[in-house]
Every structure is written in C-alpha cells, then in structure tokens.
C-alpha cells in the first residue's frame, strides 16, 4: 500500500530547492547602469537587467506620489519596451 500522501514528496522537495537555487543567481551580473524614465507622476530611477530577464526590473528610486507598486510597473513596463523594440 502507498504511504499517504506519497505522491507529492518529489514536487514538494522541488518547491524546497527552488529558493536554494535561486540563491544562486546573482542579479548585479545582469544588472544595466540604472535608467531614469519619465512617468506621468515624475521621474522614476529603474534598475533593468538583460532583456531576457525583464521580470526583475525595479524601480530604486521614485516620487513620493507613487508606491511601490505602480514604480516597479514604470520600470517593468520600460524594460519590457526595451527587450521588444517596434
């Protein structure tokens, strides 16, 4: 008889690795010099990395006006312009 549960031993030890392995990944090696774009709220300081890895792309520096979330969304949105150029 198969233990309960036995079937979700292998995907959980990969859910567990995942964070050890990316640990492994440096961003500064892909990091681009920082990019100040221009936003409807004001300036936003993006850090971009290669246009393979646009899911990283931040912002460091924003207005007050503006969280987090909606900078970040400045930035990937410009690196995103970025790796497809029209």
């Keep these: 008889m ?8 292998a ?16 961003q500064r090696a892909y990091e681009t010099e920082p990019v100040l774009v221009d936003s ?8 971009l990395y290669t246009d393979r890895i646009v899911m990283w792309d931040r912002a460091i520096q924003r207005p007050a006006t503006m969280t987090e979330g909606e900078a970040d969304a400045v930035c990937l ?8 150029p029209a």
């Design 11 to 26: 995907p959980v030890a990969l859910l567990l690795a995942l964070p050890l392995l990316a640990g492994c990944v440096s």
């Design 77 to 84: 949105a410009e690196g995103q312009r970025r790796a497809n």
């Design 2 to 9: 198969t233990p309960p549960l036995a079937w979700c031993r």
């Design 40 to 47: 409807p709220q004001g300036p936003v300081l993006c850090q």
